[in-house]
């Protein structure tokens, strides 16, 4: 601590959850707001995103059948891993099968199998700045390189190709996508994402899709699964029912080989995850059950409610923050549930960076924000738009309020 505002040096010594706990400890309580947190991908917190009744009912009938008490198959049920398989075949141009198909806790727990396999001597892997950290911190305990490559905000924050075709080397083993964007509210064309897998194809390394917020998508660019093109190039496609379900306690998310020409699934792969699932414990049984009732049963009509309210509550955001001078958001989020928003700390007095922006702010207005470090990006900040409207324009205000008590006076400033 320094000052009383937590030292960062890089993006990879702290955790998303470990920074917004820093934050929270870092609250005035005797001044009597009430604390609204836009920094966690937590919907659930609001009281606007509840998940289906569909959805609960089957984990409900799940759990009192008395039928699934008991271990799964490590690599899961495999009711759920046909569900899962169908689902996302839809959206394909082949059928994928269940046994591509693996049961995750969570889609970090996905990323950390996709590391896991794909992890050899000096090997590296290109991730996108900003990104989410989760990928740096798998990758250190598996003595893997991480090479960063640019999103191009001035571009609907779209990969620099260029710089993959820079830092790409032959122990470069995969490209990772995060698509709808988190933490920039990207969606990718299909043009772009055939320029990426053509890319990987060009450095015959595999893609790992993160699709966690698959769907969520309410902008000019309907969502792609990057498995589209796993005929050109091996798709290890990672999701879960977290986002689009708003159930991310329910930890229940995939691992899957979107790869129809086995380009990079072979027996000697398949054996491997197989063992590596056999070491690691995935979702309750109940709620992999759920799954084929979930996936089936849930109507159009709760999507589009949740999409509904994502385009209204980032609609707000970009309204609000025109207002703020020292911020600006170079892009509007076109899906997922988070927005990087530029700080300019040299219209503030005595802001020195995003860090230390996001720590008075959280002590003065008991508002909490993501600083840009934590994901890439020193001197930006993430909002997350997934909160209740009238919670989120309090929010916006409060950060109105606070930026101006922190700009310079009218001598020839703000």
Same mark, same amino acid.
């Given at each position: 601590?320094?000052?009383?505002?937590?030292?960062?040096?890089?993006?990879?010594?702290?955790?998303?959850?470990?920074?917004?706990?820093?934050?929270?400890?870092?609250?005035?309580?005797?001044?009597?707001?009430?604390?609204?947190?836009?920094?966690?991908?937590?919907?659930?917190?609001?009281?606007?995103?509840?998940?289906?009744?569909?959805?609960?009912?089957?984990?409900?009938?799940?759990?009192?059948?008395?039928?699934?008490?008991?271990?799964?198959?490590?690599?899961?049920?495999?009711?759920?891993?046909?569900?899962?398989?169908?689902?996302?075949?839809?959206?394909? %141009?082949?059928?994928?099968?269940?046994?591509?198909?693996?049961?995750?806790?969570?889609?970090?727990?996905?990323?950390?199998v996709a590391i896991s396999i794909l992890a050899r001597p000096n090997?590296?892997?290109?991730?996108?700045?900003?990104?989410?950290?989760?990928?740096?911190?798998?990758?250190?305990?598996?003595?893997?390189?991480?090479?960063?490559?640019?999103?191009?905000?001035?571009?609907?924050?779209?990969?620099?190709?260029?710089?993959?075709?820079?830092?790409?080397?032959?122990?470069?083993?995969?490209?990772?996508?995060?698509? %709808?964007?988190?933490?920039?509210?990207?969606?990718?064309?299909?043009?772009?994402?055939?320029?990426?897998?053509?890319?990987?194809?060009?450095?015959?390394?595999v893609v790992v899709a993160d699709e966690v917020y698959g769907h969520?998508?309410?902008?000019?660019?309907?969502?792609?699964?990057?498995?589209?093109?796993?005929?050109?190039? %091996?798709?290890?496609?990672?999701?879960?029912?977290?986002?689009?379900?708003?159930?991310?306690?329910?930890?229940?998310?995939?691992?899957?080989?979107?790869?129809?020409?086995?380009?990079?699934?072979?027996?000697?792969?398949?054996?491997?995850?197989?063992?590596?699932?056999?070491?690691?414990?995935?979702?309750?049984?109940?709620?992999?059950?759920?799954?084929?009732?979930?996936?089936?049963?849930t109507s159009d009509t709760f999507f589009m409610k949740t999409l509904?309210?994502?385009?209204?509550?980032?609609?707000?955001?970009?309204?609000?923050?025109?207002?703020?001078?020292?911020?600006?958001?170079?892009?509007?989020?076109?899906?997922?549930?988070?927005?990087?928003?530029?700080?300019?700390?040299?219209?503030?007095?005595?802001?020195?960076?995003?860090?230390?922006?996001?720590?008075?702010?959280?002590?003065?207005?008991?508002?909490?924000?993501?600083?840009?470090?934590?994901?890439?990006?020193?001197?930006?900040?993430?909002?997350?738009?997934?909160?209740? %409207?009238?919670?989120?324009?309090?929010?916006?205000?409060?950060?109105?309020?606070?930026?101006?008590?922190?700009?310079?006076?009218?001598?020839?400033?703000?």
């Amino acid at each position: 601590m320094e000052n009383g505002v937590a030292k960062m040096e890089t993006p990879t010594n702290v955790t998303i959850k470990g920074i917004l706990g820093l934050l929270m400890a870092n609250l005035d309580y005797e001044n009597k707001k009430r604390v609204i947190s836009l920094g966690m991908g937590d919907p659930t917190a609001f009281s606007c995103f509840t998940t289906t009744s569909v959805a609960e009912d089957a984990v409900v009938d799940a759990l009192t059948s008395q039928k699934f008490n008991g271990y799964s198959p490590t690599v899961g049920l495999p009711q759920a891993r046909k569900a899962i398989s169908e689902y996302l075949s839809i959206n394909l %141009p082949y059928k994928l099968s269940p046994d591509d198909v693996f049961i995750t806790a969570g889609c970090t727990q996905a990323i950390e199998v996709a590391i896991s396999i794909l992890a050899r001597p000096n090997s590296n892997i290109l991730v996108p700045k900003p990104g989410f950290p989760i990928y740096e911190l798998c990758a250190a305990f598996r003595n893997v390189e991480i090479r960063h490559f640019d999103l191009l905000p001035e571009n609907n924050w779209e990969v620099d190709l260029d710089a993959i075709d820079a830092l790409a080397d032959h122990n470069t083993v995969a490209i990772v996508i995060i698509n %709808p964007g988190n933490p920039c509210g990207n969606v990718y064309s299909y043009q772009h994402l055939k320029k990426i897998a053509e890319t990987a194809k060009k450095h015959k390394v595999v893609v790992v899709a993160d699709e966690v917020y698959g769907h969520l998508a309410f902008g000019q660019n309907p969502f792609v699964p990057m498995g589209v093109f796993g005929s050109m190039v %091996p798709v290890l496609t990672l999701g879960s029912l977290s986002k689009r379900w708003i159930v991310p306690g329910w930890r229940l998310g995939w691992f899957v080989t979107t790869d129809p020409n086995s380009m990079f699934k072979n027996t000697k792969t398949v054996e491997r995850l197989k063992k590596y699932f056999d070491i690691c414990g995935g979702p309750a049984t109940f709620i992999q059950a759920a799954v084929p009732r979930i996936i089936k049963e849930t109507s159009d009509t709760f999507f589009m409610k949740t999409l509904d309210i994502l385009k209204h509550t980032s609609d707000v955001c970009m309204k609000k923050i025109e207002d703020i001078p020292c911020l600006t958001c170079p892009t509007k989020p076109q899906g997922s549930m988070a927005m990087m928003v530029k700080l300019n700390v040299s219209l503030l007095k005595d802001i020195h960076d995003d860090i230390d922006f996001c720590f008075k702010l959280a002590k003065e207005e008991s508002v909490i924000l993501l600083p840009g470090l934590t994901v890439g990006l020193k001197n930006w900040v993430r909002i997350t738009f997934a909160a209740e %409207p009238s919670l989120l324009e309090e929010a916006l205000e409060r950060i109105k309020t606070f930026s101006r008590r922190h700009s310079y006076d009218t001598n020839g400033y703000i």
